[in-house]
């Protein structure tokens, strides 16, 4: 049975740092590309940073350029997506997916608040 677990979000201040985790299971995630979505209230669920299965090459939206980073440590089987400078428009929903050919992995999402 296939698991991803997120963790690390939470309420924060504008401006200030979250980090995000993700550990698989049940899956041989070294095979898998990563990502991390989001969707924030009444949007529609957008891409937010991918990684290739072996961590060398990564993409981001373009809001999130220079403030995000996505990594990825095949050993513990866990992505992360670090966060700095979040601003209020960053509150979402944040989800997982794994993703390889056809086949797709979704977490239960992490919920980050941006707020003063």
């Known amino acids: 049975q296939v698991r991803l677990v997120e963790s690390g979000g939470g309420l924060v201040q504008p401006g200030g740092s979250l980090r995000l985790s993700c550990a698989a299971s049940?899956?041989?995630?070294?095979?898998?590309?990563t990502s991390w979505y989001r969707q924030a209230p009444g949007k529609d669920r957008e891409l937010v940073a991918t990684?290739?299965?072996?961590?060398?090459?990564?993409n981001y939206e373009d809001s999130v350029k220079g403030r995000f980073t996505i990594s990825r440590d095949n050993a513990r089987n866990t992505v992360y997506l670090q966060m700095n400078s979040l601003k209020a428009e960053d509150t979402a929903v944040y989800y997982c997916?794994?993703?390889?050919?056809?086949?797709?992995?979704w977490g239960q999402g992490t919920q980050v608040t941006v707020s003063s």
């Open positions: 990684i290739t299965s072996g961590g060398g090459n990564t």
């Open positions: 997916n794994l993703h390889r050919a056809s086949i797709t992995y």
């Open positions: 049940g899956v041989p995630f070294r095979l898998y590309g």
